[in-house]
Structures are given as C-alpha cells and as structure tokens.
Nanobody, 124 residues
Framework: QVQLVESGGGLVQAGGSLRLSCVAS????????KGWFRQAPGKEREFVTAISWSGVTTYYADSVKGRFTISRDYAKNTVYLQMNSLKPEDTGVYYC?????????????????WGQGTQVTVSS
C-alpha cells in the first residue's frame, strides 16, 4: 500500500514561512512526478506546484510564483514545499500527490496517490 505522509503545517503570521514535507512509503514511486495541491474552506481543491521525476521541470500556480519552491530529495524519498511570504489567502489543507509518470501536470485527476493533508493557517 503506497502512502504519502505530509508534515510541516501549522499556524504562522502573514509574511512568515513554512516548509512542508511529503515522504513516500514506497521506493516504487521512483519515476513518479509529484505535486502539491491545496483546499481552502468552502472551495475546491486547487493546484499549487508540481515537479517532474528528474526535477528539471517545475510548475507553479500564478498565485504562488516567486514565493513557493518545490524540491525533492531522492535519497530521502521526500518532496518539499518551501513557502515564504505567506498570505492569509494561502490558508488551507495542503495535499501531496504522486502520479505514475516522469512528467508533472497541473491536473489533480492525473495523480493517483494522495496524502492525508496538512493544515496551513496564515493569520493577518
């Protein structure tokens, strides 16, 4: 059973930073692209960022460009989301996802495996 486990969420003031981590339980996720999505209360889940298996290609939502950075550590089987200059509108549950392809996409439907989510709350 493949599992993705997120951590690093919490409460932070506007302008602050957080780093989210996503650890995959299976080495079989080698070759998988990874993504981060988020869902605010009363809103649909939305794309945040994604990274190809090679790490060469990354995508960001316009709302987070220049503030968020996705990266991966192959040795630790972990993907990170560094979030800087946080805003109240960044509040939501952040989900890590994996898709069985080396190519990253922006569509949540393309991702087969999901973590349980970690709450990020940014106060004004």
């Amino acid at each position: 059973q493949v599992q993705l486990v997120e951590s690093g969420g919490g409460l932070v003031q506007a302008g602050g930073s957080l780093r989210l981590s996503c650890v995959a339980s299976e080495r079989t996720l080698s070759g998988y692209a990874k993504g981060w999505f988020r869902q605010a209360p009363g809103k649909e889940r939305e794309f945040v960022t994604a990274i190809s298996w090679s790490g060469v290609t990354t995508y960001y939502a316009d709302s987070v460009k220049g503030r968020f950075t996705i990266s991966r550590d192959y040795a630790k089987n972990t993907v990170y989301l560094q979030m800087n200059s946080l805003k109240p509108e960044d509040t939501g549950v952040y989900y890590c996802a994996a898709r069985p392809s080396v190519v990253a996409t922006l569509r949540s439907a393309d991702y087969d495996y999901w973590g349980q989510g970690t709450q990020v709350t940014v106060s004004s």
